[in-house]
């Protein structure tokens, strides 16, 4: 059973700083595919980072909104994937979820609350 535990949530004002952590259980962690996911009220939750497995070579993948701003990495001795978010704005609140995918089946964390103050 994958089981993934995000942290590194909190309020920050507009510009500033945040590191998101996951941490994964209960898998070969760097066979997987791992992604951050967030989704603001009333919206629909959206993709923000991607980065392959070891084996697919670690790409990365940002949402647009985000091209720049954040950078999604993995330690995989530590089974810990990161999004560290900078110039952080007001549209970036939201709960953020750390995805992990394998072999066509999906595991989500419980989500983190990231609030940006203008």
């Known amino acids: 059973q994958v089981q993934l535990v995000e942290s590194g949530g909190g309020l920050v004002q507009a510009g500033g700083s945040l590191r998101l952590s996951c941490a994964a259980s209960?898998?070969?962690?760097?066979?997987?595919?791992m992604g951050w996911y967030r989704q603001a009220p009333g919206k629909q939750r959206d993709l923000v980072a991607t980065?392959?497995?070891?084996?697919?070579?670690?790409?990365?993948n940002y949402a647009d909104s985000v091209k720049g701003r954040f950078t999604i990495s993995r330690d995989n001795a530590k089974r810990t994937v990161y999004l560290q978010m900078n110039s952080l704005k007001p549209e970036d609140t939201a709960v953020y979820y750390c995805?992990?995918?394998?072999?066509?089946?999906?595991?989500w964390g419980q989500g983190t609350q990231v609030t940006v103050s203008s």
């Open positions: 209960g898998t070969i962690f760097s066979f997987m595919a």
């Open positions: 995805n992990a995918r394998q072999y066509g089946a999906d595991y």
């Open positions: 980065i392959s497995s070891i084996t697919n070579g670690g790409n990365t």
